[in-house]
């Protein structure tokens, strides 16, 4: 089973120990301490799930295919859920990389690099 895939695409080149999920992670969207040190939080309307995802070095093709899958700032993405031990899909905010380039020999070759997918929407892509 894939951890993380996109529209039908299975992404494999993870590094061990490079899926971190947090799931069920309340949205505060204001937070205000009261004259008697209180503090009162304003929260949104549904918890959020962030992935953050760390892939290996990979040859210049190998990361132009996994960057097409990445080139959208709003996506639907299907992730493995620890917490559902399901696969799930929702709409994320994806914040890409800046890679560094570790040689330009035969076609090139691209140094390790963490996407970062923060939901923003339930339910699935009309696809």
Known sequence: MALLTHE????KNILSGGYKIKEDVEDVKS???MGDGSVRRNYGQMDKTEIKVRFGQMNFETFKEYMQHFKKHEDYYTYFSQRNNSMLT????VSRPDVPIISTLHGGRYDEFEITLSQIGEGTADD
């Open 8 to 11: 039908g695409f299975e992404f």
């Open 31 to 33: 937070k205000q301490t």
């Open 90 to 93: 929702k709409k994320f905010f």
